[in-house]
């Protein structure tokens, strides 16, 4: 079956615009998470849509902000671009089961770069 | 709050050597325990999984013993090959049913034939 896809690849920015990436989950999957990885900072979560709801946030400002739509599609943006926010956005999915250790699944990232 | 430590990296070891990669927690609760891998431009692929004290996960050829009495899982293979090297990241996960994991710093592993 179709692994996580997550749209566009790479993507190259100037400070003060803004990003959208795309995340479609593995099909039955419902829950979806967006984590940055940085060279300096690892791997940080930033938020988990269940339903179309946001179920957990990370610590990062309000410019990083996402949504599920009702397919379980996910999009995150983040406004007004700085140069830190250049990183490794990874989408990651999973039954999102209320109970037990859910497994999640990795695409293979959108890799943004501000300039 | 929650937090994985990971032994330093980089690790280089030749082909067929045994390897450790060391992973240590802090976390309230009874959390689940994850080491991940990632191949070069590529995401994180689940590796093994504990989800209590004194389970082994246990995946080709790597195993993870969860350790509550010493807040440890850490990762060993008998034989390593050229094939392992990449960057392993150790997790966990406190919060049932959740999908916010906390992971350790990574460990780049390069093995030489």
């Known amino acids: 079956k179709a692994g996580v896809t997550q749209t566009p690849r790479y993507l190259i920015k100037t400070r003060g615009q803004q990003v959208t990436l795309s995340c479609s989950p593995i099909?039955?999957?419902?829950?979806v998470s967006w984590y940055q990885q940085t060279p300096g900072q690892g791997l940080q979560f930033l938020f988990e849509?269940?339903?179309?709801?946001?179920?957990n946030k990370g610590n990062f400002p309000g410019r990083f902000s996402g949504r599920q739509f009702s397919n379980s599609r996910s999009e995150m943006n983040v406004s007004t671009l700085e140069l830190g926010d250049s990183a490794l956005y990874l989408c990651?999915?999973?039954?999102?089961?209320?109970?037990?250790?859910?497994?999640?699944?990795f695409g293979a990232g959108s890799r943004l770069t501000v300039l | 709050g929650n937090s994985v430590t990971q032994m330093e990296g980089p690790v280089t070891l030749s082909e067929e050597a045994f390897l450790t990669i060391n992973c240590t927690y802090t976390?309230?609760?009874?959390?689940?325990l994850f080491w991940y891998v990632q191949y070069p431009g590529e995401g994180l692929q689940l590796l093994l999984k504990a989800t209590k004290a004194d389970d082994k996960g246990s995946n080709k050829g790597f195993e993870a013993t969860y350790r509550k009495e010493t807040t440890s899982f850490h990762l060993e293979k008998g034989s390593v090959q050229v094939s392992d090297s990449a960057v392993y990241f150790c997790a966990l996960c406190s919060v049932e049913g959740a999908q916010k994991l906390v992971f350790g710093q990574g460990t780049r592993l390069t093995i030489n034939p």
């Open positions: 099909s039955g999957h419902r829950s």
């Open positions: 976390a309230t609760g009874y959390p689940s």
């Open positions: 849509y269940f339903s179309e709801t946001q179920r």
């Open positions: 990651a999915s999973s039954l999102g089961r209320d109970s037990g250790a859910n497994v999640l699944t």
